[in-house]
């Protein structure tokens, strides 16, 4: 699995955040309130064709509003969104035909047959009747529906659910996909089915993806966005996100330590941090340079170093760092 | 077209709920044994008729107490057809598959509305085909029952609209019926205000009863009053619903 995700990325290239020509969606200054809470708070961004597009934030930050207001459920207070070049309120029809939709909870009759609530989604989005029998069966091969098709919905398990809605959401071949918390409350098999599934999507189709689950980003998104209390704190690729997550920390351990203080003299040192006897955390400001020094004035002052080590920050220690620090920005506002 | 192929989701959905079949079965039990009584009646007074110049004939002693008792069941059965349009599919969160489909907020509406006409439509005729059995025996005035028959589709498509609109205005399908049937009803007993003394009240409020547009309906007279009445009180209620629908999408919930 893995190398076939790579290489996928090498052929999609690394899409440059801010580029403009063939965006396929396009959301400027997008804002939300509930009476007089600003669910969303001037968004904008965009995504090219073939891009899957990892939506992350806390709960209640925003991804679902903002997930709905692309899909045209919700009006937005404020800003545009553009699909395909369509603004999706302007031309709402020929926007949503580009757009397929599976809600938090996915919009299933469960009085019909998997057959029977596919055949309807295909009618109401404009296929016609002689071609509606092919769209149903296309989209239960993609989503692993073939042995359900005559059973009811109520009476199927979570994660085959999941999946009608999904094939609810891919069936009229839409360019975009909007998937809201796709593998909530499965079971880790459902979950990796689904993501199979996802990344079998993102071959035709751009995917956004809302999560709070971390490592699905890093599997099978391209880019990354973080919302924390409505507004947009990140909008990188993975490669943009895997450099932060390389910090510049250093793990070092000497037989003979040295003083606290005689660490942080070294070039290139912010601070030293003491783990444990022997042990240290070095916080470096300028990369390599203080891995050069250290090694040298260990040479030369017999410290005896053991232990070098780069450490990598977690996806998780990036996401609560930057929703963090705005966390910690927030109430000064909210007081002024 | 879209509307089409919701009205067909929706009559679909209908008859896959026993509901649908249950409320056929008992407006038709009970009406039959309101119809069969009827008969018997009429066969009581044959004899004393046969002496009378202009005695009232078969069709105003059997079929206008019957679509007028057909009006009261069905005003107590719409609300329970109606209450589920909106309202269950707000509960369940499906109604975001037509939001986020290629559809108009009209499309969705006059679906559904048209959806459940066609299940009434098909209840009418069971009705009808009571008097139309008459044709056996006798000889009934095929206009009056045309014009009855008329009156009732547009009494129960009036009864629909408003049952639409109110289900549109909450998420619990109990609460939209109960409201339902409270405005069917007080349009209903609406002219009985002020009808004793006559003036301009009654006149406006006599207007208003969804009943007096009815009765003249059963005896067979046909005035476009009555029938524009009823196609006000049906256009008002869908382009209600249908901005109370763009409202949810205009304010979220």
């Known amino acids: ?336 | 077209m879209m509307t089409l192929v919701i009205a067909g989701k929706e009559l679909r959905s209908l008859f896959l709920s026993p509901l649908a079949w249950v409320i056929l079965a008992v407006v038709q039990l009970i009406l039959a044994y309101l119809f069969l009584s009827q008969i018997d009646f009429f066969l009581q007074i044959q004899p004393r008729l046969a002496g009378l110049e202009e005695a009232p004939g078969i069709t105003e002693i059997i079929v206008a107490p019957l679509f007028g008792n057909a009006a009261v069941v069905l005003l107590l059965v719409v609300p329970m057809l109606t209450m589920r349009l909106v309202s269950d599919e707000r509960r369940n969160r499906t109604l975001s598959l037509m939001f986020s489909a290629p559809l108009s907020m009209t499309e969705i509406i006059l679906g559904k509305f048209l959806g459940l006409m066609a299940f009434l439509l098909l209840m009418l005729v069971l009705i009808a085909a009571m008097p139309l059995a008459l044709l056996a025996g006798g000889s009934p005035d095929l206009g009056v029952l045309a014009s009855s028959f008329l009156g009732l589709l547009l009494l129960v498509g009036s009864f629909a609209a408003i049952g639409l609109y109110m289900s549109t205005l909450t998420s619990q399908p109990a609460i939209a019926a109960v409201s339902t049937f409270g405005v069917l009803l007080l349009l209903w007993i609406l002219d009985w205000a002020g009808s004793g003394r006559g003036g301009e009240a009654s006149t406006v409020f006599g207007y208003l009863s969804i009943l007096r547009h009815y009765e003249p309906l059963l005896k067979g007279v046909f005035n476009s009053t009555d029938f524009v009445y009823y196609l006000l009180l049906m256009v008002t209620f869908l382009v209600l619903s249908v901005r109370r629908l763009d409202a949810e999408r205009l304010l979220g919930r």
């Open chain 1, 1 to 336: 699995m893995l190398p076939t995700l790579r290489d996928r990325r090498a052929r999609a290239g690394a899409p440059v955040p801010g580029m403009s020509e063939g965006a396929l969606v396009k959301v400027e200054q997008l804002s939300r309130d509930y009476g007089s809470l600003r669910a969303v708070d001037k968004i904008s961004f965009e995504m090219a064709r073939g891009e899957v597009l990892g939506f992350l934030g806390p709960n209640g930050a925003g991804k679902s509003t903002t997930m709905q207001m692309i899909s045209g459920n919700l009006a937005p207070s404020a800003g545009r969104i553009l699909i395909h070049g369509l603004d999706i309120l302007d031309r709402p029809r020929a926007a949503k035909a580009h757009l397929g939709y599976l809600p938090e909870q996915p919009p299933l009759y469960r009085e019909l047959t998997v057959d029977e609530y596919l055949a309807f989604c295909a009618r109401l989005n404009c296929i016609p009747r002689n071609r509606c029998r092919d769209a149903v069966e296309t989209a239960k091969a993609r989503c692993g529906l073939e042995a359900v098709g005559r059973r009811l919905i109520g009476n199927l398990s979570k994660g085959f659910q999941q999946r009608v809605g999904i094939a609810q959401a891919i069936i009229h071949t839409p360019a975009v996909i909007i998937l809201d918390e796709p593998t909530v409350g499965l079971d880790p098999i459902q979950i990796r089915e689904i993501r199979a599934l996802i990344h079998d999507l993102s071959r035709e189709h751009s995917v956004i993806l809302s999560t709070h689950i971390l490592p699905e980003v890093q599997a099978i998104c391209d880019r990354v966005i973080i919302i924390n209390q409505g507004e947009l704190v990140l909008n990188d690729t993975i490669a943009g996100l895997q450099r932060r997550m390389e910090g510049n920390n250093l793990r070092v351990a000497f037989r003979q330590p040295p003083g606290e203080a005689e660490l942080a003299r070294l070039p290139g040192v912010v601070e030293v941090e003491s783990l444990e006897p022997g042990r240290f955390r070095i916080h470096c400001g300028g990369g390599g340079d203080s891995t050069d020094a250290i090694v040298s004035a260990s040479v030369a002052n017999g410290w005896q170093l053991c232990e070098l080590m780069p450490e990598r920050l977690s996806l998780e220690q990036v996401f609560i760092q930057i929703t963090q620090t705005e966390a910690h920005a927030d109430p000064g506002e909210a007081a002024a």
